[in-house]
C-alpha cells in the first residue's frame, strides 16, 4: 500500500484552491477510564476538487478526523478553516452552534455506512425530510428536486418504496441523494461502501467518482485497499496521526499509471 | 379478566409472507398465529434468516403480508392506504432500530422532534420541550444539541428511543436494539425498555441477545418462518429450534376444566402432558375420602414422563389444580420417544427429573404408611 503514497506534488490550479485547512488538530475524549487522545496535533491542507481517502485501522481516529471537518464534535484545541469560493476564511468550531448548523448545512453532505434512513418512510419523504431547523435556509427541499436527486441515482422508478424494499445499493443511493439535497460542495462518507458486497460497492464507488468530475470535494474513510488506488489523495491515519500522505494531485494514483 | 385491558394489542392471524427472489421463491413466514397482549414485553428470537424480523415488518406495516390478518390496537392496518398506515404508524408505534437511523445533519433534539412534525402531533411550540423532556428521560439531556456523530453508540441508540416515544405511542417495537452495541449499553438500554414496560407501554423486540430474554415476560421463537409453541420452548429448552418445530406440528390441545381429574393413579399412560396455563395436582388417594397432594405443577413444567420412560401405569393421579382450568399440549408416546432418541441432552435432563420425582413419590409412600 505505501507506494501509492509516494509524492508527486502537482501545482495547485484556481480550480483547486485551498478548501479545508486542518492545524495542529488535537481531539482528546474524557472518559470513565481517563483521557484518550484520538487525534494528536493533524495538520493537513485539503482543495478544492480532491476525492481523499483516509485510511487506518479501526480506532486509529479516521471518524474523529471527519467529525473534526464537519464540526459535528467539538474540538479540544488546533483549528479547521474552510475557504469559501470569495476568499472568505472561517474557522469553524469558532462558530456558535446556530451558525456552525447552517455552514454545515450549506456546505457539507453527510454518509454513514448504515444509511441512516427512516424506514417508516418512502424515498422521496427521507430525501424530503428538513434538512436543519436553524431557520436559516430553506428547511425542506421540494418533492421535485426530490425526485430529481432519486432519477440522478437511477432510483425514480423506487420514489414512493419504503426502504425494506430496496437493496443495501439502492439504499446507499438514497442516502447519497439525501446528502446532495442542498447541492453543497464536500461531501463526507464514513465507510460509505462497509455494509455493501463488492459489485455494489463499486457503483457506489463510481457514483462518487461522477460527483468529483462535477467538481465536488469528497472525503471518504475506508478499509477497503482496494479501492485506494482511485483516490486522488491519500491520508494513512495511525494511532492519531497522519503517518503517511500521498500528496496533493489532480488524478488518482490509478491514472498516474 | 378485564375484557377491554386484555383484549389482544397486536394479532397475527395465518400470516404467510413469500419472497420473490431471482434463486425462486422464498417463504419468510409459514402461518403465523400470535396475540401479544397490551403491556406485553415480549421478545422474538430465532437463527438468522428464521423470519424474526421479516414478522416484525408485518406488525409495523413496512411490509406486507402475502395473506393473512394484521390486526394492531384492534386495527386492520393492511386494509388502509400506504399513507393512512403511515399515519397511523406515526401515532401507534415508535420504532428502534439496530443501527440508530438518526439523520446526521440533525441534533438529537430536532432527530426527537422529527415525528412529532411528520405526524403534526403535540402544537409546534411544543415539540421543542417534548423532546427535551424525552431525552432527559433517557440520560441525554446534556447532549440535546450534540450531533449523532457526537456522542456515543449507545447514547445513540437511547437518542432513537427518545424519537420512538416522540408521538406518546402504545407500542414500541425493536429490531436488535442492542447488535450494536457493547454490554454496558446493551444493559442501559434494556433497562430503558424495562421501565417503558413498567408505564404500560407494549414493547416487542427481536434480538439475539440473552441479557434481554432474561428481562422480558415472554418469549417468541420461530424457527423457519413458524412461531414454536411456547410450552414446548419452556417445558423442552435443549431441544434444537428444528426439533422444538417437529414437536409443535405433533401438539395435541387439550383443556380441563378446573378440578377434573386428568390422569387416574394405576391408568395406562401413553402420552406425555406439558402445561400450558393454570396448574395441576399431583395426589396420592392412600384410602377412601383421604387425597394427599404431593406436588403441584405450573406453566412450562410436565408429566406423565415418568411413565413412558419407566413403563408401567400411572403412579400418582393427577388433576386440574381447583381455581382454573389447565390448558395442556400433549404428545404421543411415540413422538415422545423420537423426540428422546433425537436429543441425548433433553433425555438426560428428562431422566434426572425422573429419578427426582420418583424419591419423592417414595418419601410420600412411607410417609402414608407411617400415618
Known sequence: MNSY??????????????????????KIYNTAAGDFTALKGITVDLHAGEFVGVIGKSGAGKSTLLNMIT????????????????????SIHKLSENSLAVWRGCNVGIIHQSFQLLPMLN????????????????????????????????????????????????????????SLANDPPIIVADEPTGSLDTLTAETIFEIFEKLIEQGRTIIMVTHDNNLAPRFTRRLLITDGTITADSGFHLISTQEQR | MNGVENAPMIQLRQVVKRFKTAAGEYIGLNGVDVDILA???????????????????????IDHPTSGEVLVNGVNIYKMSESERSLWRGHNLGIVFQFFQLLPMLSLLENTMLPMDFCNAFSPAERPERAFELLKMVGLQEHANKLPAAVSNGQQ?????????????????????????????????????????????????????????????????????????????????????????????????????????????????????????????????????????????????????????????????????????????VLRRKDFTEMLVGSPLTEDAISRI????????????????WW
Do not use: C
Open chain 2, 157 to 329: 441508540q437511547a437518542a432513537a428511543i427518545a424519537r420512538a416515544l416522540a408521538t406518546d405511542p402504545p407500542i414500541i417495537v425493536a429490531d436488535e436494539p442492542t447488535g450494536n452495541l457493547d454490554s454496558r449499553s446493551s444493559e442501559e438500554i434494556i433497562e430503558l425498555f424495562y421501565q417503558l414496560v413498567l408505564q404500560g407501554k407494549t414493547i416487542i423486540l427481536v434480538t439475539h441477545d440473552p441479557s434481554i430474554t432474561k428481562r422480558t415476560t415472554r418469549t417468541l421463537i420461530i424457527s423457519d418462518g413458524k412461531i414454536i409453541n411456547e410450552t414446548v420452548a419452556k417445558a423442552l429448552p435443549l431441544l434444537t429450534h428444528a426439533q422444538m418445530l417437529k414437536v409443535t406440528h405433533l401438539l395435541e390441545k387439550k383443556v380441563i376444566p378446573a378440578g377434573n381429574t386428568i390422569i387416574h393413579k394405576g391408568e395406562h399412560i401413553d402420552s406425555f402432558f406439558m402445561i400450558s396455563e393454570g396448574e395441576v395436582e399431583i395426589v396420592l388417594e392412600p384410602a377412601k375420602q383421604e387425597v394427599v397432594t404431593i406436588a403441584r405443577l405450573g406453566e412450562g413444567e410436565f408429566f406423565g414422563e415418568v411413565e413412558l420412560i419407566h413403563g408401567g401405569n400411572s403412579i400418582a393421579s393427577v388433576r386440574a389444580a381447583p381455581e382454573r382450568p389447565v390448558k395442556l399440549v
Open chain 2, 39 to 61: 403491556g406485553q414485553f415480549v421478545a422474538i428470537v430465532g437463527k438468522s434468516g428464521s423470519g424474526k424480523s421479516t414478522m416484525l415488518n408485518m406488525m409495523t406495516g
Open chain 1, 71 to 90: 464540526g459535528a464534535d467539538m474540538i479540544t484545541s488546533g483549528e479547521v478553516v474552510f475557504n469559501d469560493p470569495d476568499g472568505k476564511s472561517t
Open chain 1, 123 to 178: 424515498l422521496v419523504e427521507n430525501i424530503m425530510l428538513p434538512v436543519d431547523f436553524s431557520g436559516h435556509y430553506k428547511r425542506r427541499i421540494s418533492k421535485e428536486r426530490a425526485i430529481e436527486l432519486l432519477t440522478l441515482m437511477e432510483l425514480e422508478d423506487h420514489a414512493y418504496k419504503l426502504p425494506a424494499y430496496i437493496s443495501g445499493g439502492q439504499k446507499q443511493r438514497v442516502a447519497i441523494a439525501r
Open chain 1, 5 to 26: 503514497f509516494s509524492s508527486l506534488p502537482v501545482p495547485p490550479t484556481n480550480n483547486h484552491r485551498l478548501l479545508i485547512q486542518l492545524s495542529q488538530v488535537v
Open chain 2, 354 to 369: 425422573v429419578q427426582a420425582r420418583m424419591a419423592e413419590n417414595r418419601a410420600a409412600d412411607r410417609r402414608r404408611r
